[in-house]
Structure formats: structure tokens, C-alpha cells
């Protein structure tokens, strides 16, 4: 399986502010999400991102909020943008196998808004 | 409803134990199925891929039933260190990952 980079590993920002997750894998790959986690609560998908087009966004979520970007197939960026505490959750990067099927994580970036 | 439900949980079981999942997902378009484990802050990792023969690993069980869109996972003489959550995850073709609510599972000595 691919290994997965995420970062940074956790935050602390001010609200208002924004923060910007990097997710880097060791190879190509078709297909990579992004979900959060809420304290408490399992994964809800936010988005896929798309290589080299606008990423494709899960009802409730929407670009202003969550810009993304994938500028090639090793690399994504999801930005938390105009932070509140509600933001406050851990954020992960996934990928699917070669197959499209089980799903592959990051270590995920846990976020806190104060 | 949910796309895919899981057991509230939580459950509590003495070490040797053996103690079953269950999960139910509403898209009979789903494609794949899998059990995911999760340890306290950490992130999702696979445990076992579920088929519809049922397969096993170890100590581990998984079945579907794609006419009852019904999962399931046994774990035989449980460990302390099978304490942790256990997602149900389904896929679509479209390689979406959709998760349950998760079971938190608690082995004591």
C-alpha cells in the first residue's frame, strides 16, 4: 500500500484564521478524499479531491469553506478557512487502492480553535 | 436513516470473550465491505475486507449478506489489545467510503 504524509499532525488557531492540511503519497494515485472526524463521532466525508480540476464536494460542505487543491496525482491540500470552534476536529487524508476499494489513511491532523 | 448503522455499543467483555458486530447499510449499490479499526487518536486502519463467503483472519470473522445489505464481525477469545472502535465501512463503485458510527469495544482483564 502507499504511505501516506500527512501534516501538520495537530494545530491550535485563532479563530478567524485559517489552516492548511498537506497530504503527500509515495506514489500515484486515482482517487484521494478528505474527511473529518468530530470529537466523538466517526468519519463524514467532505470532498474528492480531483487532479487538476475543482474537487468534488459532499452535501453540507462547500469550497468557500473548504477550498482544496490537487495539482498532481502525489499531492492535496484541504484549507479550514474563517476558523470557529465548531472547526475544531481531526481532518483526514485517504486514498483508495489500486483497485478503487478499501481506503487507506493519514495520520490525520487534529485541529483546535480558540 | 443512516447509510450505514452500526451497534451502539459500547461493549464491555472479559478477556477470552467472544463478541460480535453487526451492521446494516441501506445502498444496494455498494460494492465493497470492510471492517476498519480505530485506536484512540489515531487515524482508521483496515482490519479485514468483507465478502459474502465470509472470510476469516485469526481470530477475526466478517460476513455479508447482501440480500439482508446485513454485515458482521466476530472476534473469538478477545485480547486487552482488541480494545478499541470498529467501523463498518461500504464503498461504492465510485471508491467513496461511507462509515458507520463506530463501535467501541473495551476487553478487560
Known amino acids: 500500500s502507499a504511505v501516506i504524509s500527512q501534516k501538520p499532525s495537530r494545530d491550535i488557531c485563532q479563530r478567524g484564521t485559517s489552516l492548511t492540511i498537506q497530504c503527500q503519497v509515495d506514489?500515484?494515485?486515482?482517487?484521494m478524499f478528505w474527511y473529518r472526524q468530530q470529537p466523538g463521532q466517526s468519519l463524514t466525508l467532505i470532498a474528492t479531491?480531483?487532479?487538476?480540476?475543482?474537487?468534488?464536494?459532499e452535501s453540507g460542505f462547500v469550497i468557500d469553506k473548504f477550498p482544496i487543491s490537487r495539482p498532481n496525482l502525489t499531492f492535496s491540500t484541504l484549507t479550514v478557512s474563517n476558523l470557529s470552534p465548531e472547526d475544531s476536529s481531526i481532518y483526514l487524508c485517504?486514498?483508495?487502492?489500486?483497485?478503487?476499494?478499501?481506503?487507506?489513511f493519514g495520520q490525520g491532523t487534529r485541529l483546535t480553535v480558540v | 436513516r443512516k447509510e450505514v448503522e452500526q451497534d451502539p455499543g459500547p461493549f464491555n467483555v472479559p478477556e477470552g470473550a467472544t463478541v460480535a458486530f453487526n451492521c446494516t447499510y441501506s445502498?444496494?449499490?455498494?460494492?465493497?465491505f470492510f471492517w476498519y479499526r480505530q485506536d484512540c487518536r489515531k487515524e482508521p486502519k483496515l482490519l479485514m475486507s468483507?465478502?459474502?463467503s465470509g472470510n476469516e483472519d485469526g481470530r477475526f470473522t466478517a460476513q455479508l449478506n447482501r440480500a439482508s445489505q446485513y454485515i458482521s464481525l466476530l472476534i473469538r477469545d478477545s485480547k486487552l489489545s482488541d480494545s478499541a472502535t470498529y467501523l463498518c465501512?461500504?464503498?461504492?463503485?465510485?471508491?467513496?467510503?461511507?462509515f458507520g458510527d463506530g463501535t467501541t469495544l473495551t476487553v478487560k482483564p
Open positions: 465501512v461500504v464503498n461504492t463503485n465510485a471508491g467513496k467510503s461511507t
Open positions: 485517504s486514498l483508495t487502492g489500486q483497485l478503487n476499494t478499501e481506503a487507506f
Open positions: 445502498n444496494s449499490a455498494s460494492q465493497s
Open positions: 479531491a480531483n487532479q487538476g480540476s475543482e474537487a468534488t464536494y
Open positions: 506514489s500515484q494515485v486515482t482517487m
Open positions: 468483507v465478502y459474502s
